[in-house]
């Protein structure tokens, strides 16, 4: 195997990797991680408790699927020389992961030792396209196009000025859940697109732009162009609260700093391009988010007095859980209004910040 330990050799410059798992005991214990403060044992009242579960029964049970892999060939393995293997084999991989194995491998125990290697491949990729068919036949998560949540999330949008949103995340695997976990945004009404550094292509982004304001123009989805309505592009990228040094974006050597300046280059390219190449007032709204790997804090930030997005001024979300943990549904409101604007009524908020607040 010649690319065998490329991840790991001094020398591999083909490209940015995400860091290597990395273990508690290795983890400077003078390096502090920010808590969840908690409430006398209770939520916070703002948390969805329901979506939570099925969040997490969601993330269990795949997980699940991939670890049970392990212990069930450990099971065949051991029964290989036995009587009737192909029959209790097939039966055992049914019963412990719903697939068959491939009988042309099974078949082959009497002159020689089961090819693990092989059934471990065959059975993950297996499970993935289990996973897969009943993400979109099933739609665990409820968040398909045409969903209760999905249809109610793009009327939220256009409430709030946007006639679509655009995420890009970074493409690192820590930042997989961020659409649907992170954000508890549905997954179809949103187009996601993830990137190395989150450094997205600005001429493919700029055609998509000009493809969703053809629609519009052409057939009234989501709207028609004649409203005063705008393109939300967001960059999410992310560092490690626990591990700053290390376990940051690994497109940006883990400098948190740098790897928002540089999605904030790319946002204000993609604008300038926009406003450059259409006239007519053409421009499209921007977004900066952090996230962090840890703990899922999100770190939004806000508009300087200029109307560009600031590098400094950020709200964190974790922050915000802790300050207000204590305090009821209304002064909580409040105080994020207050926070991410001079506000401290719901109903001032412009577009962007009511999309902040929920
Ligand atoms: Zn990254």
Same mark, same amino acid.
């Given at each position: 195997m010649?690319?065998?330990?490329?991840?790991?050799?001094k020398?591999?410059?083909?490209?940015?990797?995400?860091?290597?798992?990395?273990?508690?005991?290795h983890i400077?214990?003078?390096?502090?991680?920010?808590?969840?403060?908690?409430?006398?044992?209770?939520?916070?009242?703002?948390?969805?408790?329901?979506?939570?579960?099925?969040?997490?029964?969601?993330?269990?049970?795949?997980?699940?699927?991939?670890?049970d892999?392990?212990?069930?060939?450990?099971?065949?393995?051991?029964?290989?020389?036995?009587?009737?293997?192909?029959?209790?084999?097939?039966?055992?991989?049914?019963?412990?992961?719903g697939?068959?194995?491939?009988?042309?491998i099974?078949?082959?125990?009497?002159?020689k030792?089961?090819?693990?290697?092989?059934?471990?491949?065959?059975?993950?990729?297996?499970?993935?396209?289990?996973?897969?068919?009943?993400?979109?036949?099933?739609?665990?998560?409820?968040?398909?196009?045409?969903?209760?949540?999905?249809?109610?999330?793009e009327?939220?949008l256009?409430?709030?000025?946007?006639?679509?949103?655009?995420i890009?995340p970074?493409?690192?695997?820590?930042?997989?859940?961020?659409?649907?976990?992170?954000?508890?945004?549905?997954?179809?009404a949103?187009r996601?697109?993830?990137?190395?550094?989150?450094?997205?292509?600005i001429?493919?982004?700029?055609?998509?732009?000009?493809?969703?304001?053809?629609?519009?123009?052409?057939?009234?989805?989501?709207?028609?162009?004649?409203?005063?309505?705008?393109?939300?592009k967001i960059?999410?990228?992310?560092?490690? !609260? =626990? /591990?700053?040094?290390? $376990?940051g974006?690994?497109?940006?050597g @883990? %400098?948190?700093?740098?790897?928002?300046?540089?999605?904030?280059?790319?946002?204000?390219?993609?604008?300038?391009?926009?406003?450059?190449?259409?006239?007519?007032?053409?421009?499209?709204?921007?977004?900066?988010i952090?996230?962090?790997?840890?703990?899922?804090?999100?770190?939004?930030?806000?508009?300087?007095?200029?109307?560009?997005?600031?590098l400094?001024?950020?709200?964190?979300?974790?922050?915000?859980?802790?300050?207000?943990?204590?305090? !009821? =549904? /209304?002064?909580?409101? $409040?105080?994020?209004c207050?926070?991410? @604007? %001079?506000?401290?009524?719901?109903?001032?908020?412009?577009?962007?910040?009511?999309l902040?607040?929920?």
């Open positions: 010649v690319l065998r330990g490329l991840a790991k050799a020398n591999f410059t083909l490209g940015p990797t995400a860091p290597m798992k990395s273990f508690s005991e400077d214990p003078k390096i502090k991680t920010r808590k969840l403060r908690n409430r006398s044992g209770e939520s916070h009242h703002f948390t969805d408790q329901l979506q939570n579960k099925k969040l997490y029964d969601y993330e269990l049970k795949t997980k699940k699927s991939f670890d892999i392990v212990s069930t060939l450990k099971e065949i393995a051991y029964i290989q020389h036995n009587e009737n293997f192909l029959k209790n084999a097939q039966q055992i991989s049914q019963n412990n992961l697939i068959d194995l491939p009988s042309y099974l078949e082959k125990s009497w002159v030792p089961l090819d693990m290697r092989a059934l471990y491949a065959w059975c993950v990729f297996k499970q993935h396209a289990k996973f897969s068919d009943d993400f979109f036949k099933n739609d665990p998560l409820e968040g398909s196009s045409g969903s209760i949540e999905a249809k109610n999330f009327k939220f256009l409430d709030c000025g946007f006639h679509l949103l655009d890009t970074c493409s690192d695997g820590r930042l997989a859940h961020t659409v649907a976990y992170v954000m508890r945004i549905p997954f179809s949103v996601r697109r993830s990137h190395a550094g989150a450094l997205f292509d001429e493919n982004t700029v055609n998509r732009w000009i493809k969703t304001e053809h629609k519009r123009y052409r057939e009234g989805v989501p709207n028609p162009a004649d409203k005063d309505t705008r393109y939300l960059v999410t990228y992310h560092f490690s !609260s =626990v /591990d700053p040094l290390h $376990q974006c690994a497109a940006h @883990s %400098n948190d700093a740098l790897a928002a300046e540089e999605g904030l280059n790319k946002l204000n390219a993609f604008r300038e391009s926009v406003e450059n190449s259409f006239c007519c007032g053409a421009s499209v709204d921007l977004m900066l952090g996230l962090d790997t840890d703990t899922d804090a999100l770190k939004i930030h806000l508009n300087s007095k200029d109307g560009n997005i600031s400094e001024n950020t709200v964190s979300t974790l922050d915000i859980y802790n300050s207000t943990i204590d305090k !009821s =549904v /209304d002064e909580t409101s $409040q105080e994020i207050q926070l991410i @604007s %001079n506000y401290s009524c719901e109903k001032d908020l412009t577009g962007i910040e009511n902040f607040i929920n």
